[in-house]
């Protein structure tokens, strides 16, 4: 019923961090009481870090007839817009589980830090929406999670024996000069 609310949650395999080109996963999951017909939802990545580069269906919308496709509506490197039903008025029962696996990849001009993935609403009104088959809108709920992306520069001191230590450094820009306080 319109009145029910949506559980969108959001897990990712991002232990460790991720370099500038490299790929992860977010994996969606819905908790729904009642049945799903369609559903639009915003994936918001704060700072800019990472595009969308595929969406793939899993648990039981992999059993459906649900088209799925996704867009970067505000252009490249921005939010990402995916969007899913049935050309045949297919709908998704009652169920929790995970729906569907979003790969992303790490932008190259992106800053090291932590990057939230979360499920949102644009600056522009458009907005996630999960709707029922007479078109009545769900409330949702939903989290975020977080990938570390790897700074252009970083450093990391390696024990090679013991009494002494080397600096490494590892770059994917030029370094012009560093100072390091030990």
Do not use: R, W
């Not at 949102?120 to 999670?145: C, K, R, V």
């Amino acid at each position: 019923s319109p009145m029910d609310f949506v559980n969108l949650h959001l897990s990712s395999d991002t232990e460790g961090l991720y370099d500038q080109g490299s790929e992860f996963t977010v994996t969606i999951s819905m908790d729904n009481p009642g049945d799903v017909a369609g559903f639009q939802i915003l994936l918001q990545d704060n700072p800019e870090c990472a595009s969308v580069t595929s969406v793939e269906k899993v648990g039981i919308l992999e059993s459906t007839d649900f088209q799925v496709s996704q867009s970067d509506p505000y252009g490249d490197n921005s939010d990402a817009m995916v969007l899913a039903f049935s050309f045949t008025g297919e709908l998704i029962p009652p169920n929790t589980g995970a729906v569907l696996e979003v790969t992303y990849q790490v932008n190259a001009d992106a800053n090291g830090g932590e990057c939230m993935i979360s499920i949102g609403d644009a600056a522009d009104g458009s907005e996630t929406a999960i709707s029922d088959e007479l078109g009545n809108a769900y409330f949702f709920t939903s989290n975020s999670t977080s990938v570390n992306v790897a700074y252009a520069v970083n450093f990391e001191m390696v024990q090679v024996s013991d009494t002494q230590f080397e600096i490494v450094m590892n770059n994917t820009v030029d370094v012009g000069a560093f100072q390091l306080t030990i």
